[in-house]
T-cell receptor, first 112, second 114 residues
Framework: AQRVTQPEKLLSVFKGAPVELKCNYSYSGSPELFWYVQYSRQRLQLLLRHISRESIKGFTADLNKGETSFHLKKPFAQEEDSAMYYCALMNAGGTSYGKLTFGQGTILTVHP | EAGVAQSPRYKIIEKRQSVAFWCNPISGHATLYWYQQILGQGPKLLIQFQNNGVVDDSQLPKDRFSAERLKGVDSTLKIQPAKLEDSAVYLC????????????FGSGTRLTVV
């Protein structure tokens, strides 16, 4: 069964410090991974997806198949990055293509 | 483009009552999902539709939950009778199947069962 683990429930950093939100996954096939973010009082929204290798709002995430990880990183955190972050794995085939399995989320707080 | 619309935003009911949630996906999105997000947990898929057919409802508690997507557009999720543990945010999302862009979530309906 597929599983996504975010080991940190809470993460606090100061503005300008580097931040890394950890995500590990378990999946038998070739994974498709995403990071979603939920700012206060806003809907859940896509931050980035590993397949596009993009950087959004200064965040990047690299898929490491050997370590089955997809950690989210940003070199210099900003106060506006404070939010709940979810790592998610997508079923890449079969009838449930598109189903997302989410981790439990990490609340990031960036202090001034 | 308009986003995924959900209503109501909030609902408080007593246990054993029934409740229904409505979702209108993004126009043209064939796939629609209902997720349940219990406080402190990540969203969990309840049911996935492809057009008006059910693709995956393996985690839907079918003794009390039901969902339909008539005409392959709007969808309704119903709980009858509700239990205290059904208190959660119910999220609807839609995607364009075959395009790996993730998908778009609605604002959700926050259900409190007392």
């Amino acid at each position: 069964a597929q599983r996504v683990t975010q080991p940190e429930k809470l993460l606090s950093v100061f503005k300008g410090a580097p931040v890394e939100l950890k995500c590990n996954y378990s999946y038998s096939g070739s994974p498709e991974l995403f990071w979603y973010v939920q700012y206060s009082r806003q809907r859940l929204q896509l931050l980035l997806r590993h397949i596009s290798r993009e950087s959004i709002k200064g965040f990047t995430a690299d898929l490491n198949k050997g370590e089955t990880s997809f950690h989210l990183k940003k070199p210099f955190a900003q106060e506006e990055d404070s939010a709940m972050y979810y790592c998610a794995l997508m079923n890449a085939g079969g009838t449930s293509y598109g189903k997302l399995t989410f981790g439990q989320g990490t609340i990031l707080t960036v202090h001034p | 483009e308009a986003g995924v619309a959900q209503s109501p935003r909030y609902k408080i009911i007593e246990k054993r009552q029934s409740v229904a949630f409505w979702c209108n996906p993004i126009s043209g999105h064939a796939t629609l999902y209902w997720y349940q997000q219990i406080l402190g947990q990540g969203p969990k898929l309840l049911i996935q539709f492809q057009n008006n057919g059910v693709v995956d409802d393996s985690q839907l508690p079918k003794d009390r939950f039901s969902a339909e997507r008539l005409k392959g557009v709007d969808s309704t999720l119903k709980i009858q009778p509700a239990k205290l543990e059904d208190s959660a945010v119910y999220l609807c999302a839609s995607s364009f199947r075959g395009v790996n862009y993730g998908y778009t979530f609605g604002s959700g309906t926050r259900l409190t069962v007392v």
